[in-house]
Protein backbone atom coordinates (compact mmCIF):
# COMPACT_ATOMS: atom_id res chain seq x y z
CA UNK A 1 0.00 0.00 0.00
CA UNK A 2 1.29 3.61 -1.02
CA UNK A 3 1.58 6.19 1.79
CA UNK A 4 0.53 10.01 0.17
CA UNK A 5 3.45 12.30 0.36
CA UNK A 6 1.97 15.76 0.29
CA UNK A 7 6.03 16.59 -0.33
CA UNK A 8 5.93 14.67 -3.49
CA UNK A 9 7.75 16.19 -6.94
CA UNK A 10 5.07 15.17 -10.20
CA UNK A 11 6.00 16.45 -13.59
CA UNK A 12 3.54 18.60 -13.57
CA UNK A 13 4.90 21.25 -11.14
CA UNK A 14 7.03 24.58 -13.15
CA UNK A 15 11.08 24.79 -11.99
CA UNK A 16 11.62 27.36 -10.02
CA UNK A 17 13.55 29.34 -12.83
CA UNK A 18 10.99 28.69 -15.46
CA UNK A 19 8.54 30.42 -12.18
CA UNK A 20 10.52 33.53 -12.22
CA UNK A 21 11.12 33.67 -15.97
CA UNK A 22 7.32 33.43 -16.08
CA UNK A 23 6.26 36.25 -13.59
CA UNK A 24 8.91 38.11 -15.00
CA UNK A 25 8.29 38.27 -18.67
CA UNK A 26 4.76 38.55 -18.00
CA UNK A 27 5.03 42.06 -16.90
CA UNK A 28 6.28 45.88 -17.82
CA UNK A 29 7.55 49.08 -15.53
CA UNK A 30 4.63 50.59 -14.15
CA UNK A 31 3.91 53.70 -16.31
CA UNK A 32 4.79 57.32 -14.60
CA UNK A 33 7.72 59.39 -13.78
CA UNK A 34 8.00 62.19 -11.52
CA UNK A 35 11.25 64.95 -10.80
CA UNK A 36 12.14 64.76 -7.19
CA UNK A 37 14.76 66.55 -5.80
CA UNK A 38 18.11 64.64 -4.78
CA UNK A 39 17.41 63.37 -1.62
CA UNK A 40 14.00 62.16 -2.17
CA UNK A 41 15.22 60.53 -5.04
CA UNK A 42 17.04 57.95 -2.06
CA UNK A 43 15.88 54.39 -2.86
CA UNK A 44 14.06 55.37 -5.69
CA UNK A 45 14.61 53.48 -9.46
CA UNK A 46 15.64 55.90 -12.16
CA UNK A 47 13.99 56.42 -15.20
CA UNK A 48 16.28 58.06 -17.50
CA UNK A 49 19.92 57.73 -18.40
CA UNK A 50 21.95 60.55 -16.48
CA UNK A 51 24.25 62.02 -18.86
CA UNK A 52 27.44 64.19 -17.49
CA UNK A 53 27.20 67.95 -18.66
CA UNK A 54 30.65 68.29 -17.72
CA UNK A 55 33.66 66.48 -16.47
CA UNK A 56 34.68 65.28 -13.11
CA UNK A 57 37.08 66.30 -12.02
CA UNK A 58 36.46 69.73 -13.89
CA UNK A 59 40.38 70.74 -14.04
CA UNK A 60 43.58 69.24 -12.87
CA UNK A 61 44.02 69.61 -8.81
CA UNK A 62 46.38 68.81 -6.02
CA UNK A 63 45.38 65.68 -4.48
CA UNK A 64 47.78 66.60 -1.84
CA UNK A 65 49.24 69.58 0.17
CA UNK A 66 52.30 70.57 -1.29
CA UNK A 67 54.14 72.46 -4.38
CA UNK A 68 53.18 72.17 -7.75
CA UNK A 69 56.20 72.37 -10.29
CA UNK A 70 57.72 71.41 -13.51
CA UNK A 71 59.30 68.09 -13.24
CA UNK A 72 61.87 69.66 -16.03
CA UNK A 73 63.14 72.05 -13.58
CA UNK A 74 64.15 68.92 -10.76
CA UNK A 75 67.64 67.94 -11.16
CA UNK A 76 67.56 64.10 -11.28
CA UNK A 77 69.66 62.51 -7.90
CA UNK A 78 69.62 65.74 -5.72
CA UNK A 79 67.75 68.31 -4.12
CA UNK A 80 66.56 71.31 -5.88
CA UNK A 81 65.74 74.81 -4.58
CA UNK A 82 63.42 77.19 -6.18
CA UNK A 83 61.96 80.04 -5.42
CA UNK A 84 57.99 80.05 -4.79
CA UNK A 85 56.40 82.54 -7.10
CA UNK A 86 52.44 81.61 -6.32
CA UNK A 87 49.68 80.38 -3.65
CA UNK A 88 46.68 78.68 -4.91
CA UNK A 89 44.15 77.46 -2.46
CA UNK A 90 40.97 75.40 -3.34
CA UNK A 91 38.60 77.60 -4.84
CA UNK A 92 40.92 79.94 -6.59
CA UNK A 93 41.08 79.75 -10.62
CA UNK A 94 45.05 80.70 -11.21
CA UNK A 95 44.79 83.51 -13.21
CA UNK A 96 49.35 83.42 -13.97
CA UNK A 97 51.09 80.73 -14.94
CA UNK A 98 53.80 79.05 -13.57
CA UNK A 99 56.68 80.50 -14.59
CA UNK A 100 59.80 78.48 -15.49
CA UNK A 101 62.39 77.78 -12.69
CA UNK A 102 59.43 78.33 -9.83
CA UNK A 103 57.15 76.72 -7.48
CA UNK A 104 53.69 76.71 -6.35
CA UNK A 105 52.45 76.50 -3.03
CA UNK A 106 49.14 74.52 -3.70
CA UNK A 107 46.66 73.07 -1.18
CA UNK A 108 44.28 69.93 -1.70
CA UNK A 109 41.49 70.42 -4.59
CA UNK A 110 43.15 73.47 -5.68
CA UNK A 111 43.67 73.68 -9.84
CA UNK A 112 47.16 73.53 -11.00
CA UNK A 113 48.19 76.36 -12.73
CA UNK A 114 49.36 76.42 -16.63
CA UNK A 115 53.00 74.59 -16.68
CA UNK A 116 52.76 72.75 -13.64
CA UNK A 117 52.70 68.93 -14.18
CA UNK A 118 53.95 67.86 -10.76
CA UNK A 119 52.84 68.21 -7.19
CA UNK A 120 55.35 67.10 -4.25
CA UNK A 121 54.01 66.72 -0.92
CA UNK A 122 54.86 69.51 1.43
CA UNK A 123 55.69 66.76 4.33
CA UNK A 124 59.10 65.80 1.80
CA UNK A 125 60.16 69.51 0.85
CA UNK A 126 61.61 72.12 3.37
CA UNK A 127 60.60 75.61 2.69
CA UNK A 128 62.63 78.30 3.51
CA UNK A 129 61.64 81.43 3.18
CA UNK A 130 60.57 82.51 -0.20
CA UNK A 131 62.19 79.40 -1.62
CA UNK A 132 61.76 75.80 -1.23
CA UNK A 133 63.74 72.70 -1.18
CA UNK A 134 62.91 69.75 -3.38
CA UNK A 135 63.34 66.09 -3.35
CA UNK A 136 64.39 64.65 -6.48
CA UNK A 137 61.17 62.66 -8.17
CA UNK A 138 61.33 59.35 -10.31
CA UNK A 139 58.69 61.08 -12.89
CA UNK A 140 56.39 63.60 -13.98
CA UNK A 141 52.52 63.59 -12.66
CA UNK A 142 52.75 62.86 -9.22
CA UNK A 143 49.77 63.87 -7.31
CA UNK A 144 47.61 65.14 -9.49
CA UNK A 145 44.13 64.86 -10.27
CA UNK A 146 43.51 65.12 -13.85
CA UNK A 147 40.54 66.68 -15.14
CA UNK A 148 38.12 64.11 -16.39
CA UNK A 149 39.84 61.38 -14.86
CA UNK A 150 36.41 60.20 -13.42
CA UNK A 151 33.94 60.86 -16.16
CA UNK A 152 34.03 63.05 -19.27
CA UNK A 153 31.09 64.76 -20.99
CA UNK A 154 28.65 62.93 -22.36
CA UNK A 155 29.08 59.78 -20.43
CA UNK A 156 25.94 58.20 -18.88
CA UNK A 157 26.80 58.41 -15.31
CA UNK A 158 23.93 56.59 -14.06
CA UNK A 159 22.06 54.23 -15.99
CA UNK A 160 18.00 54.30 -16.12
CA UNK A 161 16.74 51.16 -13.93
CA UNK A 162 19.32 51.52 -11.30
CA UNK A 163 18.34 51.89 -7.56
CA UNK A 164 19.83 55.08 -6.40
CA UNK A 165 21.87 54.98 -2.88
CA UNK A 166 23.71 57.52 -1.26
CA UNK A 167 26.51 57.15 -3.71
CA UNK A 168 24.11 57.61 -6.49
CA UNK A 169 22.70 60.76 -4.95
CA UNK A 170 26.52 62.01 -4.60
CA UNK A 171 27.62 61.61 -8.04
CA UNK A 172 23.99 63.09 -9.42
CA UNK A 173 25.10 65.93 -6.87
CA UNK A 174 28.64 66.20 -8.42
CA UNK A 175 27.66 66.62 -11.95
CA UNK A 176 25.12 69.31 -10.59
CA UNK A 177 21.98 67.93 -10.79
CA UNK A 178 19.76 69.02 -7.77
CA UNK A 179 16.96 66.47 -8.74
CA UNK A 180 16.45 63.27 -11.02
CA UNK A 181 13.75 61.75 -12.52
CA UNK A 182 12.26 58.40 -10.81
CA UNK A 183 9.83 56.03 -11.76
CA UNK A 184 6.41 55.92 -10.02
CA UNK A 185 6.54 53.19 -6.99
CA UNK A 186 4.35 50.10 -7.91
CA UNK A 187 0.94 49.85 -5.95
CA UNK A 188 0.39 46.27 -4.63
CA UNK A 189 -2.85 45.27 -2.34
CA UNK A 190 -1.96 43.22 0.38
CA UNK A 191 -4.43 40.88 1.65
CA UNK A 192 -4.18 37.99 4.40
CA UNK A 193 -7.16 35.16 4.51
CA UNK A 194 -7.88 32.95 7.31
CA UNK A 195 -11.16 33.09 9.96
CA UNK A 196 -8.21 32.25 12.23
CA UNK A 197 -6.21 35.27 11.94
CA UNK A 198 -6.70 38.25 13.82
CA UNK A 199 -4.55 41.42 13.92
CA UNK A 200 -1.91 42.43 16.31
CA UNK A 201 -3.28 44.63 19.10
CA UNK A 202 -7.03 42.71 19.11
CA UNK A 203 -8.03 40.32 21.69
CA UNK A 204 -7.27 36.95 20.35
CA UNK A 205 -10.07 34.39 20.52
CA UNK A 206 -9.86 30.44 21.04
CA UNK A 207 -7.76 29.06 17.83
CA UNK A 208 -7.03 32.11 16.59
CA UNK A 209 -3.49 33.48 15.65
CA UNK A 210 -2.34 36.98 14.89
CA UNK A 211 -1.49 38.11 11.61
CA UNK A 212 2.64 37.84 10.65
CA UNK A 213 2.26 37.45 7.00
CA UNK A 214 0.55 40.85 6.05
CA UNK A 215 2.76 42.50 8.24
CA UNK A 216 6.15 40.66 6.83
CA UNK A 217 4.72 41.10 3.42
CA UNK A 218 4.01 44.89 3.45
CA UNK A 219 7.65 45.38 4.84
CA UNK A 220 9.62 43.60 2.20
CA UNK A 221 7.40 45.49 0.17
CA UNK A 222 8.58 48.60 1.62
CA UNK A 223 12.16 47.63 0.93
CA UNK A 224 11.79 46.69 -2.39
CA UNK A 225 10.31 50.04 -3.72
CA UNK A 226 7.07 49.61 -3.45
CA UNK A 227 3.92 51.00 -1.75
CA UNK A 228 1.84 48.55 0.38
CA UNK A 229 -1.93 49.17 0.36
CA UNK A 230 -3.06 47.08 3.54
CA UNK A 231 -6.24 45.58 3.17
CA UNK A 232 -6.79 43.65 5.88
CA UNK A 233 -7.58 39.93 6.34
CA UNK A 234 -10.18 38.28 4.24
CA UNK A 235 -12.86 35.86 6.24
CA UNK A 236 -12.93 31.86 4.59
CA UNK A 237 -15.95 32.35 2.32
CA UNK A 238 -15.84 32.35 -1.27
CA UNK A 239 -18.24 35.58 -2.32
CA UNK A 240 -16.19 37.83 0.45
CA UNK A 241 -13.11 36.58 -1.15
CA UNK A 242 -14.31 37.05 -4.95
CA UNK A 243 -15.69 40.79 -4.26
CA UNK A 244 -12.20 41.88 -2.65
CA UNK A 245 -9.98 40.60 -4.75
CA UNK A 246 -12.47 42.14 -7.63
CA UNK A 247 -12.14 45.39 -5.54
CA UNK A 248 -8.33 45.52 -4.62
CA UNK A 249 -7.56 45.13 -8.24
CA UNK A 250 -8.91 48.19 -9.75
CA UNK A 251 -6.14 50.69 -9.33
CA UNK A 252 -3.43 48.98 -8.39
CA UNK A 253 -0.39 47.68 -9.99
CA UNK A 254 -0.57 44.10 -8.60
CA UNK A 255 -2.36 41.78 -5.71
CA UNK A 256 -0.35 39.56 -3.06
CA UNK A 257 -2.09 37.53 -0.60
CA UNK A 258 -1.57 34.64 1.39
CA UNK A 259 -2.65 31.51 2.46
CA UNK A 260 -5.63 30.16 0.75
CA UNK A 261 -4.17 29.13 -2.93
CA UNK A 262 -4.36 25.08 -1.86
CA UNK A 263 -7.33 22.90 -2.37
CA UNK A 264 -8.84 22.47 0.88
CA UNK A 265 -12.82 23.18 1.36
CA UNK A 266 -11.79 26.69 3.07
CA UNK A 267 -9.13 27.62 0.45
CA UNK A 268 -10.92 29.82 -1.96
CA UNK A 269 -8.18 31.94 -3.20
CA UNK A 270 -8.02 29.75 -6.55
CA UNK A 271 -11.22 29.39 -7.38
CA UNK A 272 -11.70 33.20 -7.23
CA UNK A 273 -8.81 34.57 -9.18
CA UNK A 274 -9.95 31.53 -11.62
CA UNK A 275 -13.16 33.36 -11.87
CA UNK A 276 -12.28 37.09 -12.22
CA UNK A 277 -9.45 35.91 -14.55
CA UNK A 278 -7.11 33.30 -15.35
CA UNK A 279 -4.28 31.59 -13.38
CA UNK A 280 -1.18 30.76 -15.07
CA UNK A 281 0.40 28.58 -12.57
CA UNK A 282 0.04 27.26 -8.83
CA UNK A 283 2.02 24.26 -8.35
CA UNK A 284 6.55 24.46 -8.45
CA UNK A 285 8.88 22.46 -6.86
CA UNK A 286 9.71 23.59 -3.85
CA UNK A 287 10.27 23.66 -0.44
CA UNK A 288 9.19 25.80 1.64
CA UNK A 289 6.64 27.14 -0.12
CA UNK A 290 3.98 25.00 -1.67
CA UNK A 291 1.23 26.07 -3.27
CA UNK A 292 2.55 29.13 -5.01
CA UNK A 293 -0.19 30.65 -7.25
CA UNK A 294 0.49 33.38 -9.49
CA UNK A 295 -2.10 34.84 -12.66
CA UNK A 296 -4.16 37.41 -12.71
CA UNK A 297 -7.47 39.49 -11.79
CA UNK A 298 -8.68 41.57 -14.82
CA UNK A 299 -5.17 42.70 -16.05
CA UNK A 300 -3.81 43.05 -12.82
CA UNK A 301 -0.88 40.67 -11.98
CA UNK A 302 -1.62 38.37 -8.99
CA UNK A 303 0.47 36.56 -6.41
CA UNK A 304 -0.97 34.04 -4.02
CA UNK A 305 1.99 33.30 -1.39
CA UNK A 306 1.99 30.51 1.01
CA UNK A 307 -0.06 30.72 4.46
CA UNK A 308 2.98 29.22 6.85
CA UNK A 309 5.01 32.25 7.79
CA UNK A 310 8.21 31.01 7.02
CA UNK A 311 7.68 29.99 3.23
CA UNK A 312 5.49 33.09 2.86
CA UNK A 313 8.24 35.16 3.29
CA UNK A 314 10.81 33.03 1.40
CA UNK A 315 8.23 32.66 -1.55
CA UNK A 316 8.40 36.50 -1.18
CA UNK A 317 11.97 36.51 -1.23
CA UNK A 318 12.46 33.93 -4.59
CA UNK A 319 9.26 34.93 -6.71
CA UNK A 320 7.28 37.98 -5.43
CA UNK A 321 10.79 40.16 -5.50
CA UNK A 322 11.58 40.01 -8.95
CA UNK A 323 7.99 40.64 -10.55
CA UNK A 324 8.36 43.49 -8.02
CA UNK A 325 11.36 44.93 -9.26
CA UNK A 326 10.38 44.07 -12.87
CA UNK A 327 6.80 46.32 -12.44
CA UNK A 328 9.28 49.22 -10.39
CA UNK A 329 11.47 49.41 -13.44
CA UNK A 330 14.57 48.13 -12.13
CA UNK A 331 17.12 46.78 -14.57
CA UNK A 332 18.11 43.76 -12.61
CA UNK A 333 16.66 41.62 -10.70
CA UNK A 334 18.72 38.46 -10.06
CA UNK A 335 19.29 37.22 -6.71
CA UNK A 336 22.42 38.35 -4.71
CA UNK A 337 24.31 34.82 -3.96
CA UNK A 338 27.21 33.68 -2.96
CA UNK A 339 29.40 30.85 -3.03
CA UNK A 340 30.92 29.24 0.12
CA UNK A 341 31.50 25.64 2.01
CA UNK A 342 28.89 23.96 3.74
CA UNK A 343 29.42 23.28 7.33
CA UNK A 344 26.53 20.77 7.72
CA UNK A 345 25.48 18.24 6.17
CA UNK A 346 21.81 17.35 4.57
CA UNK A 347 19.78 14.79 2.69
CA UNK A 348 17.19 16.28 0.25
CA UNK A 349 14.36 14.95 -2.23
CA UNK A 350 16.24 15.57 -5.89
CA UNK A 351 13.85 17.53 -8.22
CA UNK A 352 12.66 19.85 -6.29
CA UNK A 353 14.26 23.44 -4.95
CA UNK A 354 15.14 24.25 -1.95
CA UNK A 355 16.05 26.83 0.68
CA UNK A 356 17.26 26.44 4.71
CA UNK A 357 18.09 29.34 6.78
CA UNK A 358 21.26 29.70 8.07
CA UNK A 359 24.38 31.93 8.47
CA UNK A 360 28.16 32.26 7.33
CA UNK A 361 30.59 31.72 10.05
CA UNK A 362 33.70 33.05 10.37
CA UNK A 363 33.03 35.27 7.53
CA UNK A 364 35.81 37.14 5.64
CA UNK A 365 38.05 34.53 6.54
CA UNK A 366 39.72 31.50 5.18
CA UNK A 367 37.39 29.25 7.23
CA UNK A 368 33.99 31.04 6.46
CA UNK A 369 31.37 28.22 6.23
CA UNK A 370 27.68 27.91 5.72
CA UNK A 371 25.51 26.75 8.94
CA UNK A 372 22.13 26.14 8.68
CA UNK A 373 19.24 26.33 11.46
CA UNK A 374 18.67 23.05 12.50
CA UNK A 375 14.57 23.31 12.66
CA UNK A 376 12.89 23.50 9.19
CA UNK A 377 9.74 24.17 9.92
CA UNK A 378 7.81 26.81 8.21
CA UNK A 379 6.03 27.96 11.14
CA UNK A 380 9.34 28.60 12.81
CA UNK A 381 9.71 32.16 12.69
CA UNK A 382 12.37 32.89 14.89
CA UNK A 383 14.43 30.76 12.39
CA UNK A 384 14.30 34.25 10.60
CA UNK A 385 15.33 36.08 12.72
CA UNK A 386 17.99 33.91 13.72
CA UNK A 387 19.27 33.09 10.04
CA UNK A 388 21.25 35.74 8.26
CA UNK A 389 20.02 33.99 4.87
CA UNK A 390 19.18 31.43 2.88
CA UNK A 391 21.21 28.43 1.73
CA UNK A 392 20.11 27.19 -2.34
CA UNK A 393 19.60 23.84 -3.06
CA UNK A 394 18.93 23.22 -6.55
CA UNK A 395 16.32 20.77 -7.87
CA UNK A 396 19.61 18.04 -8.91
CA UNK A 397 21.46 18.19 -5.32
CA UNK A 398 20.33 15.28 -2.90
CA UNK A 399 22.60 15.91 -0.47
CA UNK A 400 24.95 18.31 1.29
CA UNK A 401 28.16 17.19 2.66
CA UNK A 402 30.84 19.25 5.13
CA UNK A 403 33.07 21.55 2.39
CA UNK A 404 30.94 20.98 -0.68
CA UNK A 405 29.97 24.65 -2.22
CA UNK A 406 26.66 25.58 -1.99
CA UNK A 407 24.72 29.38 -2.50
CA UNK A 408 23.47 31.59 -0.17
CA UNK A 409 21.35 34.74 -0.83
CA UNK A 410 22.26 36.88 2.14
CA UNK A 411 18.89 38.66 3.43
CA UNK A 412 20.61 42.21 3.66
CA UNK A 413 22.05 41.95 0.27
CA UNK A 414 18.26 41.21 -1.12
CA UNK A 415 16.87 44.77 -0.74
CA UNK A 416 19.57 46.36 -2.13
Not at 287 to 303: D, Q, S, V
Request: with cysteine.
Amino acid sequence: MSTADAFAVTEDMLLTEDAVTRLVDSVRPVPGVETVPLLEALGRVLAEDVVAERCNPPYDNSAVDGYAVRFADLLPGTTTLLPVGLRISAGMAPDQRLATGSAARIFTGAPLPEGADTVLPQEICRADGAAVELPPMRKAGANLRKAGEDFQVGDVVLAAGRRLRPQEVGLAAAIGRPSLPVRARPRVAVFSTGDEVCDPGTAAPPGSIFDVNRFTVMAMLTLVGCVPIDLGILPDRRDAVTTALARAADGVDAVLTSGGVSTGDEDHIKAAVESLGALDFWRVAIRPGRPLAFGRIGGTPFLGLPGNPVASMVCFMIFARPLLLRLAGRSSWRLPMRRLPAGFDFKKRPGRREWLRGWVEADGTADAVVQRFPREGSGILTSMVAAEGLIDLPEAMAEVAPGDPIGFIPFAELWA
